[in-house]
């Protein structure tokens, strides 16, 4: 779902979309959308068909298409309930429909919504654990699949977008979120500029929070706490506010919720010369891959092929297969790449860490330089 989103916005094909979107309405949006995904085939040979137990709705239905193919779920997909004998198209779509309302029930915690709209939804900026972090990927690739399927969901976004598509995010984009902030933050925009500097809000770069119950105290910036707010940085204060309210702490959702690229699919167009799949190198390779952030993956592929953004049809999209090489280079080398060619050069290394350790190395300071040995 979220590359759908970047690759509108790299690529500038579709860019007019993001620079007009204001200008169209959300139906004319939604047709658009739709049309960039591939047309669906209900009556494929090619089917995934996955077997849904209704009492255990989320929990099987994430393991379900986490281990389904990328490509068939592009081609079609077929869910059946057990113990019911009803197939097709229409099951399909009441699948995707109780996916959607389990995920944005308020007793998963995973999104919250907007006091003033109860269609309106947003991340929840509390601190989640491994288990419902991996829910947010899971819902990014159900969202996708409600676009492709054309399945009406009644579920909106507000400001999240913009996150996946890396704007900032303004005061005028919380304003549904949460209206007391707003209203406050207004005031302090709007208030005279004498009354500011008098100090009479007593406000300083801080912020407090409620989580859990327990008081948090956050400083906006180093030194934050002995910093008053005035006239002349009122508006640097507000942004801060934002960012510590609305942009952290849904930065690792985001991420999982913009993990676009399939590692299983990443494997599906990889071929090896002078590597078996089974060597250990190759398996410490997907292993480190796995565990990186959807950031780091990017920067991999990036470093590999040139291409950062994969389109929505995934790796099939690119011009040819990629390619892993051995080669005798000494393990103290990092890989090297030939990006005409989609090759990636990868010594022979001694052990899993070395792996992560080179891995991360060129995903992090060298993605700019692909050729050669280091």
């Not at 699948?95 to 006091?115: G, T, Y």
């Not at 299983?264 to 952030?293: Q, R």
């Not at 390619?323 to 989609?342: A, D, E, G």
Request: charged fraction near 25%; hydrophobic fraction near 40%; glycine fraction near 4%.
């Amino acid at each position: 779902m979220a590359m759908l989103i970047i690759y509108s916005k790299r690529s500038g094909e579709h860019q007019w979309i993001l620079e007009y979107r204001n200008l169209i309405d959300a139906r004319f949006r939604r047709w658009l959308v739709t049309r960039m995904f591939p047309k669906v085939n209900f009556y494929t040979e090619k089917q995934h068909s996955v077997l849904i137990d209704r009492s255990q709705l989320l929990r099987a239905s994430s393991e379900q298409i986490a281990h389904a193919s990328p490509k068939l779920l592009r081609s079609c997909l077929e869910v059946e309930f057990e113990h019911e004998t009803a197939s097709g198209p229409g099951v399909l779509r009441e699948w995707i429909f109780l996916v959607c309302q389990e995920l944005f029930h308020p007793d998963n915690s995973l999104f919250l919504a907007c006091p003033s709209d109860r269609r309106r939804f947003f991340p929840n900026p509390v601190t989640l654990d491994q288990r419902r972090l991996k829910y947010f990927t899971f819902c990014g690739q159900v969202i996708a699949l409600a676009l492709m399927y054309k399945v009406q969901v009644g579920i909106a976004f507000v400001f999240f977008f913009k996150q996946l598509s890396r704007e900032a995010v303004s005061l005028e984009d919380v304003r549904y979120a949460d209206p007391c902030l707003y209203n406050s933050c207004k005031r302090i925009l709007e208030m005279d500029a004498d009354l500011v500097d008098s100090d009479m809000m007593g406000l300083t770069f801080i912020n407090e929070t409620q989580e859990f119950g327990f008081k948090r105290v956050v400083e906006l910036c180093p030194g934050g706490e002995a910093i008053a707010v005035n006239s002349n940085n009122r508006e640097e204060y507000i942004r801060l506010l934002i960012q510590n309210c609305f942009v952290k702490p849904m930065s690792d959702k985001i991420a999982y919720f913009a993990r676009g690229i399939s590692i299983e699919d990443w494997k599906a167009h990889t071929d090896y010369n002078d590597y078996d799949e089974l060597d250990d190198p190759i398996c410490w390779f997907w292993k480190v891959v796995e565990g990186m952030s959807a950031e780091q993956q990017r920067g991999l592929l990036y470093f590999w092929t040139s291409v950062r953004y994969l389109s929505v049809k995934g790796f099939s999209s690119l011009e040819s297969r990629l390619c892993i090489c051995k080669t005798s280079s000494s393990p103290f080398h990092l890989p090297s790449s030939h990006t005409c060619v989609y090759s990636l050069d990868l010594p022979h290394y001694p052990s899993l860490d070395v792996m992560e350790e080179r891995l991360l190395l060129i995903c992090r300071d060298y993605a700019c330089y692909s050729f050669g040995n280091y």
